[in-house]
Nanobody, 120 residues
Framework: QVQLVESGGGSVQAGGSLRLSCAAS?????MGWFRQAPGKEREGVAA???????LYADSVKGRFTISRDNAKSTLYLQMNNLKPEDTAMYYC?????????????????WGQGTQVTVSS
C-alpha cells in the first residue's frame, strides 16, 4: 500500500511562488498533481514518469515545474507566477503502472491534499 503526504501549501499574493512536496512510501511508477477548486471538477495539473516524460495542463505551462527526487521518494511541484485562478486544494497522486498522464482515474493512490490560496 502506498501512502502519499503533501506539504507546502499556503497563502500567497498573485505573482508569488510556492513549492509543494509529496512524500511517498512504497513503490510508485509515475506520479502527478491534481487540483480541485470549490464548485469545480478535479483537474490534472502535471504528471511525471520519474524519467524524462512530463505533461502539464495548458493553464500552468511555463509557470509550474514538476520534479521527482527518487532517492527521497518525493515529488515536487514548483509553482511560479501564481494567479488567483490557481487557488485550489492540490492533491498528489501515484500509479502502479502504465502512463495515464493527467487522467485522474489512471491513478491508484491519492494524498489528503494541501490548500493553495492566491490573492489578487
Amino acid at each position: 500500500q502506498v501512502q502519499l503526504v503533501e506539504s507546502g501549501g499556503g497563502s500567497v499574493q498573485a505573482g508569488g511562488s510556492l513549492r509543494l512536496s509529496c512524500a511517498a512510501s512504497g513503490y510508485t511508477y509515475y506520479m502527478g498533481w491534481f487540483r480541485q477548486a470549490p464548485g469545480k471538477e478535479r483537474e490534472g495539473v502535471a504528471a511525471f514518469d520519474g524519467g524524462i516524460r512530463t505533461l502539464y495542463a495548458d493553464s500552468v505551462k511555463g509557470r509550474f515545474t514538476i520534479s521527482r527526487d527518487n532517492a527521497k521518494s518525493t515529488l515536487y511541484l514548483q509553482m511560479n507566477n501564481l494567479k488567483p485562478e490557481d487557488t485550489a486544494m492540490y492533491y498528489c497522486a501515484a500509479a502502479r503502472s502504465g502512463w495515464g498522464g493527467l487522467v485522474d482515474n489512471a491513478y491508484n493512490y491519492w494524498g489528503q491534499g494541501t490548500q493553495v490560496t492566491v490573492s489578487s
